[in-house]
């Protein structure tokens, strides 16, 4: 998994049958600088499903590949990518990356 | 999933049976840049097997890996890329990245 | 999948039971550069098993992951990357990338 | 599989009912420095699940992908890592690159 | 797959039960110069299940993903990375570039 931000969401109508009624986000991997305690962006964009009820601006934890269709939400989809938690808190150590 | 702009098509007559009749586009990942409100391009290239009528100059959402085969298009076909949706907008928090 | 030219081949004597009598290509993955009409090699390698009997120059279509799996040549083996097609024609929507 | 540093936690509440208890920690893959006898950070970060009772600053060994999911913490779940083991060492012909 | 060199080997005591017995190598993933024809190192590193006794300085071929799973060494456990056979010559079109 990895730790992301929810920066936005798609739309779109003429699509598979089976994503039916998924909410569709768009989010961006966040590394961990442990020595900074900050998070640096990666310029890399996703787009996840949301099983969680995420929102634009928070922050994430996201499965990707076989294992992103193990919720409920996804099962039998073709998700490769999905939100499975939002994150209270990342930790280092001697200090705290971020807070919710 | 990603977001992509399909760029062209690949024609392949020698190639496995289950492959046969599948439409074949070439897409070019795109990522989102929240700040400026753009698609900042990647310069990668897939080969994507279409499941919703695509076309050139498109903007689509992108499956991998072993989920690219939950389509009824793809399904226990040697396929590990499909276009599962034609991207009606992409939207940030406050403002529009792309809209069809 | 990918686009990708076959840039020689492996001979592995030693391995295990389940790939014998495969052949294993070398493989550079290519981007379509689609404002040049023109490939851009990606300087990457792969070892593909061959399913449609490519040979060495050949431009072909590679599937990896699971989904490398789902040929006759590669069912229950240890094949994450086989071609799956010989390409004919590479096109963009206003000219040829490549022709056979 | 890769190596890698525990560099700290994740506190989720709001995650799917299958990730409920998981012990999430953040981990940067290392590469080997064959000549150096060191390792080399690679800046990267991801969110492991722990099966092996690890901890900040010790050096583990991570699986990937479905094969994630084959362990008695992980079977079933949406993880697409986790730890396998805590590495005592690391050997290169002519040296040592690390030792618990 | 892909083309990698053996260059160590790691110890873990403490790991999954079904670990219990593999032997680990570290691989470093190499590419093929076809042009110079030499292999040019990645500097990247993975650990892999040893599954044809292979050994450190030797060049094999590594399968990644589920389908690592595909040997009689590594069914059912969390192994993404296996040795699957050790390489005797890699050639291209006008000569060779690597022969054991």
Known sequence: MFIAKVTGN?????KVA?????????IEPLCV???DKTFA??????????????GAGEIVMVTQ?????M???????PVDCVIIGIIDSVNVPDGV???K
């Open 71 to 77: 919720t409920d939400t996804t099962s039998d989809a």
């Open 10 to 14: 798609v739309v779109t109508t003429q």
């Open 33 to 35: 600088n442990e020595a």
């Open 97 to 99: 990356v971020y807070e």
């Open 18 to 26: 089976k994503m039916t009624g998924t909410k569709l986000l768009i």
């Open 65 to 69: 590949g076989s294992s992103a269709r």
């Open 41 to 54: 962006p990666t310029g890399r964009s996703f787009v996840a499903v949301d099983s969680v009820g995420a």
